[in-house]
């Protein structure tokens, strides 16, 4: 159901960004692509196994893509290697409860958050992205 197809996909590249960062890398840049293509096939093909065979082709073809479409990997990293602002680190599945101060080109800002971030960026400039 796509619940539960949002799930694995959400696992899925939980697991890409956490090894990723563990291996010591941290932008992907457009110089990295085929590294973080290697590393998220074998991702995918690892979390894969616990689907049954006909789910699983087409969660692979959903993520990993054929010769005539793009799978959501190659969007993420393609997208990521485009942006000019190199990432520093990420956070995982942070959890926010509360009155967070943001800091915006008109002064900062007091936001009321609540819920959880499947990734933060922290960027070089001091800026981050919350995805």
Request: aromatic residues 6%.
């Amino acid at each position: 159901n796509p619940r539960q197809q949002g799930q694995f996909v959400h696992e899925v590249f939980e697991t890409f960004f956490a090894e990723w960062q563990e291996a010591g890398h941290r932008t992907i840049t457009s110089a990295l692509l085929p590294l973080a293509r290697e590393h998220f096939t074998a991702v995918v093909d690892r979390a894969l196994t616990r689907l049954p065979e006909g789910e699983a082709a087409l969660e692979r073809t959903r993520l990993l893509g054929s010769p005539a479409a793009a799978g959501l990997g190659e969007a993420v990293f393609r997208m990521e290697a485009e942006r000019p602002v190199a990432v520093l680190g990420r956070q995982l599945e942070v959890q926010l409860d509360g009155m967070f101060t943001i800091h915006t080109d008109k002064g900062p800002r007091l936001v009321s958050l609540r819920g959880k971030a499947d990734r933060i960026d922290l960027l070089a400039d001091g800026t981050f992205r919350l995805i």
